[in-house]
C-alpha cells in the first residue's frame, strides 16, 4: 500500500535555530515528491518538486532533499513567518499526502 | 506559480440544500482537476479526480451522487454537494494541474458550515 509518513508531528523552534523535517515514503510509480506549505485556513502553497535520489532544491531559508526512501525539509535560521504546517505529497497519477508537521517559530 | 481561485471563501447553508463550489485555474489551462476535503488538524483527503470532458473518478467511499463534479472547460470545475448534511461540514480544496507527476497548484479553499 502506497504511504507517506513526516516526522515530527509538531516542532517548536527559536527564531534563528535550524532543523529538518522528515517525510519517508513508499509509493509505487513515484513520478516526483512534492512539498507544500499550508497556512490555517488556507490552501496549500507549492514550495518544491524533487523527482531523483540526490536532488536539492532551495528557496530562501528552506532546502529539499530526496533519497530513494526519504526526503528532507531543512529549515536555516527560521523566522516567526516560517511557522506553518508542511505537507509532503508523493505523486504518481494523484498525490499521496502525509499527514503534515505542524512548525511553530518563537522570536 | 500557476493561479487557482475557488468560489465562494465560505458558505453557510440549511440542511438539505446543495451547494455549488466553482475552481477556476486562472493563468493556465487543466486538462485534469482534483477535488480535496480536509478536517480539522488532518491532511488532505482526495475525493475525485476530475478530467475535462469526461466523468470524475471518485476515490473510495466518496459518493459520486452526493458530490457532483463537473470539468466542462480547462479551466472550471465544479462541485456540487448535494443535500448537505451536517457531517459535510469541512473544508473543500481544489487543485489544478498534476498529471503524469506534474506540480499540483492549489486554490484556497472553501469552508462549508451545513446548519
Known amino acids: 500500500e502506497d504511504q507517506v509518513t513526516q516526522s515530527p508531528e509538531a516542532l517548536r523552534l527559536q527564531e534563528g535555530e535550524s532543523s529538518s523535517l522528515n517525510c519517508s515514503y513508499t509509493?509505487?510509480?513515484?513520478?516526483?515528491l512534492f512539498w507544500y506549505r499550508q497556512d490555517p485556513g488556507k490552501g496549500p502553497e507549492f514550495l518544491f518538486t524533487?523527482?531523483?535520489a540526490g536532488e536539492e532544491k532551495e528557496k530562501e531559508r528552506l532546502k529539499a532533499t530526496l533519497t530513494k526512501k526519504e526526503s528532507f525539509l531543512h529549515i536555516t535560521a527560521p523566522k516567526p513567518e516560517d511557522s506553518a504546517t508542511y505537507l509532503c505529497a508523493g505523486g504518481t497519477d494523484k498525490l499521496i499526502f502525509g499527514t503534515g508537521t505542524r512548525l511553530q517559530v518563537f522570536p | 506559480g500557476a493561479v487557482v481561485s475557488q468560489h465562494p471563501s465560505w458558505v453557510i447553508c440549511k440542511s438539505g440544500t446543495s451547494v455549488k463550489i466553482e475552481c477556476r485555474s486562472l493563468d493556465f489551462q487543466a486538462t485534469t482537476m482534483f477535488w480535496y476535503r480536509q478536517f480539522p488538524k488532518q491532511s488532505l483527503m482526495l475525493m475525485a479526480t476530475?478530467?475535462?470532458?469526461?466523468?470524475?473518478?471518485?476515490e473510495q467511499g466518496v459518493e459520486k451522487d452526493k458530490f457532483l463534479i463537473n470539468h466542462a472547460s480547462l479551466t472550471l470545475s465544479t462541485l456540487t454537494v448535494t443535500s448537505a448534511h451536517p457531517e459535510d461540514s469541512s473544508f473543500y480544496i481544489c487543485s489544478a494541474g498534476g498529471s503524469g507527476g506534474e506540480t499540483q497548484y492549489f486554490g484556497p479553499g472553501t469552508r462549508l458550515l451545513v446548519l
Open positions: 476530475s478530467n475535462e470532458g469526461s466523468k470524475a473518478t471518485y
Open positions: 524533487l523527482y531523483s
Open positions: 509509493v509505487s510509480g513515484l513520478r516526483g
